[in-house]
């Protein structure tokens, strides 16, 4: 692709491909599978040393969770996401509503103990995320701009060729559709006082700075980011079982839009949500054609920080626990990875 001869390689890289090769050979020698979840949203810089940036609303939350969950199901997971956005395990505590000192106070000895109405839940996680250490199951490894995703995802991707069918690739994260090219970058903060003039020297032949003042008005135009999806089923992976998801606000286009790109892209499913409801339902579109929704019953749905759900969540009684619906996303997506990897297997006794 022509994105990587034009773009800056990120300072980190290699340090990150190195920790991720090590990882992916232990797990490929104990054939375990390897998913590599990609989570949280993608930057966008207006400027080399960057004050102002163009960012969307993703906290992460959809690929954490799933991260756990393949994590129960067997999986070695890379996590593959944006700095600061919720983390496997940590997300229970660093983004609740409570500050997470209120699951702490002091014993009779003045020793830091957590509250008993916390302790079996909080036991509950710590024993699955020492697992994950313990058996070195889980890899992290932070992003912040779209161009720091796009290198790492075809470097990673490269890395999990040997795993073959094992691999798998849950692209959860929100990545930006537009982005400015390094080429039509400024170098410094934009200005934005009318008595500045600033020197702006970042054109690509007749068009100017990609974000840049004109007439007391910032203006910004930016390019779209490569489709990088055809790579990865073509080129970078094209043995591993390969997921999408597809966000739209208009409910009449998304079992239009998720069907456009698996013929477009070739690959295995794309998993659809709708912004308003996307913690409680989901649509599976495969590669065969079929179409499903998984929804979570209206007890229960988790509760909505936002408050955004409706009318009918806070109201619901009695409540049951509430379900997570990635704890049925997953096991589906895990069980369609095992029908891909047999039908891989049966492919190559046939050759």
Request: aromatic share 10%.
């Amino acid at each position: 692709m022509d994105y990587f001869t034009a773009s800056p390689k990120p300072a980190n890289l290699d340090r990150q491909v190195t920790l991720a090769r090590a990882f992916i050979q232990q797990h490929a020698e104990q054939h375990r599978r390897v998913a590599l979840v990609t989570s949280g949203g993608t930057t966008v810089p207006l400027e080399n040393q960057t004050v102002r940036f163009i960012d969307n609303f993703s906290a992460g939350t959809r690929g954490a969770t799933s991260a756990e969950y393949f994590l129960q199901s067997g999986y070695a997971v890379i996590f593959l996401h944006r700095q600061f956005s919720l983390l496997p395990y940590s997300r229970h505590y660093s983004h609740s509503t409570n500050c997470f000192l209120d699951f702490m106070t002091h014993n009779d000895a003045g020793a830091v103990v957590i509250e008993s109405e916390y302790q079996q839940q909080m036991a509950k996680v710590l024993d699955q995320y020492r697992k994950a250490k313990r058996e070195n199951t889980l890899l992290l490894l932070p992003f912040v701009t779209v161009n720091d995703y796009l290198w790492l995802l075809r470097e990673l991707a490269i890395q999990m060729q040997p795993l073959e069918a094992n691999g798998l690739f849950y692209l959860a994260a929100a990545v930006s559709d537009f982005f400015v090219p390094a080429a039509r970058m400024v170098e410094h903060k934009i200005q934005s006082s009318e008595d500045y003039h600033q020197d702006v020297t970042n054109g690509d032949g007749d068009r100017p700075p990609a974000a840049h003042m004109e007439d007391k008005r910032l203006i910004i135009d930016l390019d779209p980011v490569p489709k990088f999806l055809k790579q990865l089923v073509d080129t970078w992976a094209p043995r591993s079982m390969i997921i999408s998801f597809k966000l739209e606000t208009d409910p009449s286009l998304l079992a239009k839009k998720a069907k456009g790109a698996l013929q477009k892209y070739s690959h295995h499913l794309v998993i659809g949500n709708l912004l308003n409801t996307r913690k409680w339902e989901v649509l599976f579109v495969a590669a065969d054609g079929s179409e499903r929704w998984i929804r979570v019953p209206l007890g229960r749905r988790t509760r909505s920080v936002t408050g955004k759900d409706g009318d009918t969540i806070e109201n619901a009684e009695p409540r049951e626990p509430s379900i997570e619906i990635e704890s049925w996303i997953v096991p589906e997506v895990a069980q369609m990875h095992t029908e891909v990897i047999s039908k891989g297997k049966v492919e190559m006794q046939r050759h």
